[in-house]
Nanobody
Framework: QVQLVESGGGLVQPGGSLRLSCAAS????????MGWFRQVLGKEREFVAA????????RYADSVKARFTISRDNAKNTVYLQMNTLKPEDTAVYYC?????????????????WGQGTQVTVSS
């Protein structure tokens, strides 16, 4: 099974940018579709973005479209989430996840492996 480790979170002002990284080990990332989810304490984990194995197809939650970009570098076994024009409502713990099945998954139940999460706080 693949192990995932997120990094790049932190405190940023509204309107700022962050890039999250998700590094994989144990298996090559190229066999997995990948997703990013986020969770606020006391709320359900929600879908943010997903990308196919090759990187050719991506999907986004409506709340982050045109602001966030998911990408991957299979040679580096890493997936990224570039977050621009951040808003206070983007504050959450962000998780990356790997899906071994076919097709992109938009629900957390579609994913087999999860990272430990990285905190993103958007505040002035």
């Amino acid at each position: 099974q693949v192990q995932l480790v997120e990094s790049g979170g932190g405190l940023v002002q509204p309107g700022g940018s962050l890039r999250l990284s998700c590094a994989a080990s144990g298996r090559t990332l190229s066999v997995y579709h990948m997703g990013w989810f986020r969770q606020v304490l006391g709320k359900e984990r929600e879908f943010v973005a997903a990308i196919t194995r090759s990187g050719a197809i991506t999907r986004y939650a409506d709340s982050v479209k045109a602001r966030f970009t998911i990408s991957r570098d299979n040679a580096k076994n890493t997936v990224y989430l570039q977050m621009n024009t951040l808003k206070p409502e983007d504050t959450a713990v962000y998780y990356c996840a790997a899906r071994g099945g076919s097709g992109l998954g938009l629900s957390q139940s579609s994913y087999d492996s999860w990272g430990q999460g990285t905190q993103v706080t958007v505040s002035s």
